[in-house]
């Protein structure tokens, strides 16, 4: 996970239980790998960084 953010702006969301659900099985799978359960923001951040990313580098490939 990305550390080091500075200037975060605040957004609010709504996510159904069965997301929330696939979060909290992410942060259990991390506190197996790094011994720390990380905050739901920190693994939602991360998974909005690596969609974005993709889709960037598929936006990349598409206008190659």
Do not use: W
Not at 5 to 23: A, F, G, S
Request: glycine share 4%; charged share 45%.
């Amino acid at each position: 996970m990305k550390t080091g953010r500075t200037h975060q702006k605040q957004v609010n969301i709504r996510l159904d239980d069965e997301t929330l659900r696939r979060i909290d099985e992410c942060r259990s799978e991390l506190l197996k790998t790094t011994g720390e359960i990380p905050p739901r923001a920190d693994v939602v951040r991360d998974a909005i960084d690596r969609y974005l990313e993709e889709f960037e580098r598929d936006l990349r490939g598409a206008k190659s």
